[in-house]
């Protein structure tokens, strides 16, 4: 029964590093590519939350009119903008899959931590 436990854990562990690789190699390029467009979008961006709220409201009417009136081009929209993040899915999975590898839970880690630390201290 161990012997099983340990082949299904060493899979888990193999097949976690597969995906969470080729996540990475896939999103890492698209990602550097975006960067400086980022960098000079951020610099103009205010943090004045009052002047973001009345845009937030614009965004969310012109949404609502888009899925009012012409829904297949809202859930086109939506369906391009799921499909652009696959490569983020597959590094969750294969860190779902990796989780035990490095620990557990991550409320399993902070217990260890915690019970560590009062051994410790005794």
């Known amino acids: ?3 099983q436990q340990a082949k299904s854990e060493k ?3 193999g ?3 597969v995906i969470l ?5 896939v ?3 698209k990602f550097t590519a975006v960067v400086p467009h980022l960098e000079e979008n951020v610099q103009e961006i205010s943090l004045d939350v009052y002047n973001a709220l009345p845009t937030i409201g ?3 009417l012109h949404m609502g009119q888009a899925l009012a009136f012409d829904p297949g081009s809202f859930f086109a929209g939506v369906l391009h903008i799921l499909v652009s993040f696959w490569p983020l899915l597959l590094v969750a999975a294969g860190t779902v ?3 035990n590898t490095f620990g557990g839970s991550p409320q399993a ?3 260890r931590v915690v019970f560590e630390d009062e051994e410790g201290r005794s």
């Open 27 to 29: 999103f890492l390029p």
């Open 1 to 3: 029964m161990a012997t």
């Open 11 to 13: 899979l888990r562990t």
């Open 97 to 99: 899959l990796l989780r």
């Open 58 to 60: 614009l965004g969310a």
């Open 15 to 17: 097949l976690g590093i």
């Open 109 to 111: 880690v902070a217990a």
């Open 21 to 25: 690789a080729l996540g990475v190699l």
